[in-house]
């Protein structure tokens, strides 16, 4: 007898069961690799961002409270780190060379000649040099030649202000080739300052001479002089007044007691006393502005004051120990050992000479013109002392170092 006929349902199911276990196996298999694939690519998100992250999960983090003042004050401690950008966004560059590299900027310079040939980059070092600028009519040559032939060329550069614009005049003296020739018409000394000794065009010189032209030097030695006055830290300085001289302020008038600086004045009597407890001009913490010297530091100060039209700079004088770098009782003095003679020469009005004119109208017309230049002297004193006073009120930043009006006080 053959085997028995097998259950027909049986080998339905035998036939498919292959089937239906290889397309249930693919997609196990598929989905397994989509899940793979899924959960790489969330990873390489992770990495390539890692700050999202960081800045997603934040929140998720207590909050602390907002009025914990202690938070506030870490807070505040902990600036945000500074980009490269910014940087360089906030240096600060000189108005007109933000768009240059900041090593090829040059913002000083100097007065001194420089040679047509050779290598400009091959230079022996220089003297240390200080500067003499003389306003200068050709009626004073004879005298302004006197006073320029006693500054050693190696120390000093020369500059002249020629207000009558007689240039050509000067050539046939020993110096005058060294020497900056400036012209301009009827100017005086204060003029050709502010706008010919900028501090950036004088930084290089220790001082500044801006002297008078009507000055005889036969007391004075330029090089002792500025050897006393580094010695003695004087900003702002004068040598004293030989007492032939027109003075106007005894406190520039050489001492009798000797010595070799003096930095106050004493006057028990009469006007304008000057006692020990004097704080300010004309007592002590002054010069006069015929032969006044300065310092580098302190002529970057006292430029800044110059009023561009205010050309005698009257009241200026009572002024300038504000630019004395400290307290203007001991950085201001007259120096005595080097002294100078004073000859008072009126030059500036002395237009109305010749002409064809007889000599009686010509006199008449230089007495008029003088006493212009005299009248409009007092009214640049008084606006330059209503300036001083409008500026000092509306600067809120600005402390007066000197509160008390600089003036003598009474005895103590």
């Given amino acids: 007898m053959g085997p028995a006929p097998g259950n027909p349902s049986q080998k339905r199911f035998s036939g498919v069961l292959p089937p239906a276990a290889l397309i249930f196996l693919v997609l196990v298999f598929v989905a ?5 694939v899924d959960h790489k ?10 700050r999202r992250v960081a800045a997603d999960e934040e929140p998720s983090r207590p909050a602390p409270p907002a009025s914990d003042p202690h938070v506030d004050a870490v807070v505040a401690e902990t600036p945000p780190a500074e980009e490269p950008g910014d940087m360089c966004e906030n240096q600060c560059r000189a108005p007109g060379s933000e768009g240059l590299p900041r090593g090829i900027v040059q913002d000083k310079s ?3 000649f420089e040679s047509l040939g050779g290598n400009p980059e091959r230079k022996e070092a220089r003297a240390v040099k200080s500067l003499l600028a003389i306003p200068v009519g050709i009626k004073q040559k004879v005298v302004v030649d006197k006073l320029v032939s006693k500054f050693p060329a190696a120390n000093f550069t020369v500059m002249l202000f020629h207000y009558d614009g007689a240039v050509d005049g000067w050539s046939d003296l020993p110096w005058s080739r060294r020497a900056l020739h400036v012209a301009a018409a009827d100017q005086t000394k204060w003029w050709f300052g502010k706008r010919f000794l900028h501090p950036d065009l004088v930084a290089e010189y220790d001082y500044v001479f ?3 032209e009507d000055i005889e030097v036969d ?9 006393i006055v580094r010695k003695e830290g004087l900003e702002i300085s004068q040598p004293a007044l030989d007492h032939r001289s027109q003075i106007h302020h005894r406190l520039t008038a050489r001492a009798r007691r000797g010595g070799a600086v003096h930095r106050r004045f004493y006057k028990t009597a009469g006007g304008g006393r000057c006692y020990g407890n004097s704080t300010g001009p004309p007592c002590t913490g002054w010069v ?7 310092s580098r530091a302190a002529w970057r100060c006292a430029w800044r004051m110059i ?14 120990g504000y630019c004395a770098q400290g307290d203007r009782s001991m950085n201001v003095g007259i120096v005595d050992s080097e002294y100078v003679l004073h ?5 500036l009005g002395d237009v109305g000479g010749g002409g064809g004119k007889t000599a009686k109208a010509s006199s008449a017309s230089t007495a008029a013109d003088r006493y212009a230049v005299r009248l409009r002297s007092y009214t640049e004193m008084h606006i330059f002392n209503r300036r001083w006073k409008q500026a000092v009120a509306e600067d809120e930043c600005w402390t007066d170092p000197y509160p008390q009006p600089p003036t003598a006080t009474s005895k103590g």
């Fill in 210 to 212: 801006l002297w008078d």
């Fill in 343 to 347: 000859r008072g020469i009126s030059t």
């Fill in 288 to 294: 006069e502005m015929m032969v006044p010297v300065f």
């Fill in 307 to 320: 009023q561009n039209e205010l050309v005698f700079a009257w009241g200026l004088d009572f002024k300038l």
């Fill in 219 to 227: 007391g004075f030695d330029p090089l002792r002089y500025i050897e």
């Fill in 41 to 50: 690519e969330n990873l390489s998100i992770l990495q390539l961002q890692p």
């Fill in 110 to 112: 100097n007065f001194e």
């Fill in 32 to 36: 397994g690799a989509i899940v793979t």
